[in-house]
């Protein structure tokens, strides 16, 4: 059964840092690539971090570049994200998940759904 648990998420001030990290059971961690997403009240889910399968490569979205640093341990199936100088836009629920994102089909099988974890929720104080 699949299953991703973030954590790490707080309350911080302006100029703070915070790591995430995130657990996956259920897969083949080793083998995936996985995102970090975040979203806030009334956007959409954002992608904000990515590490190829391997950690060879990452990639970011542009409003965290030089700040945010994502990474993984796959003998602990953990992908992290260490976020740096935060500020207020930076408030969020933080999701990881495989890229792309898990799909689960139904016990039908006519339809499928993405699945998502609980998220850790990051706050930052202006």
């Known amino acids: 059964q699949v299953e991703l648990v973030e954590s790490g998420g707080g309350s911080v001030q302006s100029g703070g840092s915070l790591r995430l990290s995130c657990v996956a059971s259920g897969l083949t961690f080793r083998n995936y690539g996985m995102d970090w997403y975040r979203q806030s009240p009334g956007k959409e889910r954002e992608l904000v971090a990515g590490i190829q399968s391997g950690g060879g490569s990452t990639h970011y979205a542009d409003s965290v570049k030089g700040r945010f640093t994502v990474s993984r341990d796959d003998a602990k199936n953990t992908v992290y994200l260490q976020m740096n100088s935060l500020n207020p836009e930076d408030t969020a629920v933080y999701y990881c998940?495989?890229?792309?994102?898990?799909?689960?089909?139904?016990?039908?099988?006519?339809?499928?759904?993405?699945?998502w974890g609980q998220g850790t929720q990051v706050t930052v104080a202006s």
């Open positions: 998940n495989t890229d792309p994102p898990i799909k689960i089909s139904t016990l039908s099988g006519s339809v499928s759904y993405e699945y």
